[in-house]
Nanobody
Framework: VQLQASGGGFVQAGGSLRLSCAAS????????MNWFREAPGKTREFVAT???????SYADSVKGRFIISRDNDKNTVDLLMTGLKPEDTAVYYC?????????WGQGTQVTVSS
């Protein structure tokens, strides 16, 4: 199982970024896919999830600003982040479960300047 995240970077407050996660070696279309983030000195926290059928849910802190989407033909899950705030600065991780095993991507850094 591989989860390869990309798209992080440096952006000014109010800007936008799109993260992408390429998945392989599992039944992607059957799996809910998630994004988490970990800010310096804080615990990793849930950001957004999308079911295999496209049902989405978001953390309150990003609701209305972030959109999660997936392409079951390309085995990718994206996170469009708009209206970025300095408090969104974190390493963002793609995640899924295969059976009882949590699978994490390598993380991609997002830095938002004020």
């Amino acid at each position: 199982v591989q989860l390869q995240a990309s798209g992080g970077g440096f952006v000014q407050a109010g800007g936008s970024l799109r993260l992408s996660c390429a998945a392989s070696a599992f039944a992607f279309r059957d799996n809910a896919m998630n994004w988490f983030r970990e800010a310096p000195g804080k615990t990793r926290e849930f950001v957004a999830t999308i079911s295999g059928g496209g049902i989405t849910s978001y953390a309150d802190s990003v609701k209305g600003r972030f959109i999660i989407s997936r392409d079951n033909d390309k085995n990718t899950v994206d996170l469009l982040m708009t209206g970025l705030k300095p408090e969104d600065t974190a390493v963002y991780y793609c995640h899924t479960w295969t059976g009882a095993i949590a699978r994490w991507g390598q993380g991609t850094q997002v830095t938002v300047s004020s």
